[in-house]
């Protein structure tokens, strides 16, 4: 995990390393586990349907189905590689159970990936409020293309690695007070003090999560400024039925975006704020479990507030299902073995 735990106090520290989780009662433990795993499964089948839609519906692969897809890989990113990580840590706590070149690597990766996948979700988010705006402005030759959304894709996935280069390079596996290994990372010492340390914190809040937010704020208050004035008590103020639909979706899609973006935030606020006062500050394990289990559970909302607010994904998602189910009866009379790829 990216923070450090305390055993006998159950509080977190930054100063020296401790533990939680570690003498839970095992009611504790199962309940928890249950929990993960239950979002674990929602999020991995709704992002692995999300993704399946483009593949599935040629009609669907739009700039802005394309950057929901976006954001169901980053979501499942945290769901096989993170999630498990935190499963493992309510039942064995700290320890680092994959040992030698493997254990390291996974010790570099799997932390590393999921602040990666975090920050990808935040930039994708403020990609999709532009895209709202873009088609709701009159300036047509300005909107989002596919072209564009998959530039945009490779430029989010490699800056959110590279500011994170330094997590990656400090990870490092170290023997704990009982000899078990311990995944850590040793930021003070590749910035020389705590206070470069802090710099380095506080310029990736204000980069990745403040700006961001002010600018999904922003953009998606001018887009519901420009929806309201194209609309007459009753009824769209166009005339011509192919506008007045297009309106009609574009504000059926804004809805559902402002959804998963205020989903988002929700989920992730305690994670967010824990995170940059993290530092000098005791937080009780409890606390700390449910700050990463809200901010994990929005993996495993997302998909279903396609499904509450989006027809066609609804649609999208059935198909998908019966034919999965037909091939599996399918497979089954003939009694061969189902891949799970197929």
């Given at each position: 995990?990216?923070?450090n735990?305390t055993t006998?106090?159950?509080l977190v520290?930054?100063?020296k390393f401790t533990?939680c989780?570690?003498s839970d009662?095992?009611?504790?433990?199962?309940?928890r586990?249950?929990a993960?795993s239950m979002?674990?499964?929602?999020?991995?089948?709704?992002?692995?349907l999300v993704?399946g839609?483009l593949?599935?519906?040629?009609?669907?692969?739009?700039?802005?189905?394309?950057l929901?897809?976006n954001m169901?890989a980053?979501?499942?990113?945290?769901?096989?590689?993170?999630m498990?990580r935190?499963i493992?840590?309510?039942?064995?706590s700290?320890e680092?159970l994959?040992k030698?070149?493997?254990?390291?690597a996974?010790c570099?990766?799997?932390?590393t990936?999921?602040?990666v996948s975090?920050?990808?979700?935040i930039?994708?988010l403020v990609?999709l409020?532009?895209?709202?705006?873009?088609a709701?402005?009159?300036?047509?030759?300005n909107?989002?293309?596919?072209h564009?959304?998959?530039?945009?894709f490779?430029?989010v996935w490699?800056?959110?690695?590279?500011?994170?280069v330094?997590?990656?390079?400090?990870l490092?596996?170290?023997?704990?007070?009982?000899?078990?290994?311990i995944c850590?990372?040793?930021?003070?010492?590749?910035f020389?003090?705590s206070k470069g340390?802090?710099?380095?914190d506080?310029?990736?809040?204000?980069?990745?999560?403040?700006?961001?937010?002010f600018l999904?704020i922003?953009?998606?208050?001018l887009?519901a400024?420009k929806l309201?004035k194209?609309?007459?008590p009753g009824?769209f103020?166009?005339a011509?039925g192919?506008?007045t639909?297009?309106?009609?979706?574009n504000?059926?899609?804004f809805?559902?975006l402002?959804a998963?973006?205020l989903?988002?935030?929700?989920?992730w606020?305690?994670y967010?704020?824990m995170?940059?006062?993290?530092?000098?500050?005791?937080?009780s394990c409890?606390?700390?479990f449910?700050?990463?289990y809200?901010?994990?559970a929005?993996?495993a909302i997302?998909p279903c507030?396609?499904?509450?607010f989006?027809?066609k994904?609804?649609?999208?998602f059935?198909?998908?299902?019966?034919?999965?189910?037909?091939?599996?009866?399918?497979?089954?009379?003939?009694?061969?073995t189902?891949?799970?790829?197929?």
């Amino acid at each position: 995990m990216d923070e450090n735990f305390t055993t006998n106090s159950t509080l977190v520290s930054y100063r020296k390393f401790t533990i939680c989780f570690e003498s839970d009662h095992p009611a504790i433990k199962v309940s928890r586990v249950l929990a993960y795993s239950m979002i674990l499964l929602i999020s991995l089948a709704g992002n692995t349907l999300v993704i399946g839609v483009l593949w599935q519906d040629r009609k669907m692969r739009k700039p802005v189905n394309y950057l929901m897809a976006n954001m169901a890989a980053a979501d499942l990113a945290i769901t096989v590689i993170y999630m498990p990580r935190m499963i493992s840590s309510v039942i064995r706590s700290y320890e680092w159970l994959v040992k030698g070149t493997l254990g390291l690597a996974l010790c570099k990766i799997v932390p590393t990936l999921h602040l990666v996948s975090i920050k990808v979700s935040i930039l994708t988010l403020v990609f999709l409020s532009v895209e709202r705006f873009l088609a709701v402005s009159v300036f047509m030759g300005n909107k989002l293309t596919v072209h564009r959304v998959k530039i945009i894709f490779l430029l989010v996935w490699l800056t959110s690695l590279a500011v994170h280069v330094p997590n990656m390079y400090t990870l490092k596996l170290t023997r704990g007070q009982k000899g078990d290994l311990i995944c850590r990372a040793y930021l003070n010492k590749f910035f020389g003090s705590s206070k470069g340390r802090r710099i380095y914190d506080n310029t990736l809040a204000a980069i990745f999560y403040a700006i961001p937010l002010f600018l999904i704020i922003l953009l998606y208050s001018l887009t519901a400024t420009k929806l309201r004035k194209r609309k007459v008590p009753g009824d769209f103020a166009m005339a011509d039925g192919r506008k007045t639909r297009r309106e009609k979706i574009n504000a059926n899609v804004f809805k559902m975006l402002f959804a998963v973006t205020l989903a988002f935030f929700t989920c992730w606020l305690a994670y967010f704020i824990m995170r940059k006062g993290i530092i000098g500050i005791s937080i009780s394990c409890n606390v700390l479990f449910i700050r990463y289990y809200l901010a994990h559970a929005n993996s495993a909302i997302t998909p279903c507030l396609y499904i509450i607010f989006s027809q066609k994904y609804r649609r999208c998602f059935k198909s998908i299902l019966t034919r999965l189910a037909c091939r599996i009866r399918g497979r089954g009379r003939s009694g061969t073995t189902v891949s799970p790829i197929s």
